[in-house]
């Protein structure tokens, strides 16, 4: 599942493709995602320039002229295709066609992700927005932000990082990566965290983010792969994915049989039980 960098990376794939070009026409294949698309979407959209781009936690949001903004989330499984293609790929349920011929698809085999048009001025109270916590790479936040939220919260740090209304944008990933770095275990009651460990953790999690992004950034040369898509790029994982396997610390620690893993909340995370004490 797309998580922050990775929307990221996306958003800016079509910022290159889009901005500054007018939507001549939308069309719409299936609009039965996870939220239904308005019925009015492609008439509402179409004939508008593209002005800006911003994301918000896992969501993107394309300004148009005119004040309104397109919300698009990718789901489970949605990508975006910047090509010119004539032929519909399998799954490109909605396509953004500009002025000069391009072609932006939206393709998400599960339909979880979702695309609704607003007022830009509502942006910040659209429903899936509201309430969202704070950007992680934004100036403003600090290891005070997260100190407030985390306290008293008798939840694991992992379940608690996870909650978009603590931290906008992490997900699963991110977060097993973030706590390996900050050598903090996955279970560890977040109201019991020390200031100490609280610095080291907003720092982590800005670390394992911008070297992501930068990693996407990378990926963009290329940005324009059918089969691939933007955004899903090769990432040097320390502890997601490597059960059994050493991580960078393990060949230090005799007897250490490598990265743990267990499930938190229905969902699988990734540890090394060395360097991520309980205590
Ligand atoms: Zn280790």
Same mark, same amino acid.
């Given at each position: ?131 969202? %916590?704070? /950007?992680?790479?934004?100036? =403003?936040?600090? #290891? !005070? ?6 306290? &008293? ?104 049989? %490598?990265? /743990?893993?267990?499930?938190? =909340?229905?969902? #699988? !995370? ?6 991520? &004490?309980?205590?």
């Amino acid at each position: 599942m797309p998580e922050l960098p990775e929307v990221e990376t996306v958003m800016r794939g079509m910022q290159i493709a889009l901005q500054g070009h007018i939507i001549q026409n939308v069309i719409v294949r299936r609009d039965d995602l996870r939220w239904r698309i308005p019925a009015d979407f492609s008439q509402s959209v179409s004939g508008r320039r593209v002005i800006g781009f911003r994301r918000r936690g896992k969501y993107i949001l394309i300004r148009l002229s005119g004040d309104r903004t397109i919300v698009l989330h990718l789901g489970m499984s949605g990508r975006i295709v910047l090509d010119s293609a004539a032929m519909a790929a399998p799954h490109e349920h909605v396509v953004f066609v500009t002025e000069d011929g391009k072609r932006c698809a939206f393709i998400d085999p599960r339909r979880f992700g979702m695309i609704d048009l607003v007022e830009t001025e509502q942006e910040e109270s659209y429903r899936l927005l509201k309430g969202m %916590g704070p /950007e992680p790479l934004e100036p =403003a936040f600090s #290891s !005070t932000t997260l100190e407030k939220a985390f306290a &008293k919260k008798s939840a694991s740090i992992k379940t608690v990082l996870l909650d978009q209304k603590v931290v906008a944008g992490l997900g699963n990933i991110y977060v097993c990566e973030a706590l390996y770095r900050a050598g903090i275990h996955p279970e560890r009651e977040a109201g019991s965290l020390k200031k100490q460990q609280i610095k080291l953790l907003t720092k982590a999690i800005q670390t394992v983010l911008e070297e992501a992004i930068a990693a996407g950034g990378s990926s963009l040369k290329d940005y324009v792969r059918p089969e691939g898509g933007l955004g899903y790029f090769q990432h040097a994982w320390r502890v997601y994915g490597r059960k059994g396997l050493p991580c960078p610390d393990c060949p230090k620690h005799p007897g250490c049989t %490598g990265v /743990e893993q267990i499930t938190q =909340a229905g969902r #699988s !995370t990734f540890f090394c039980p060395i360097r991520q &004490k309980i205590a």
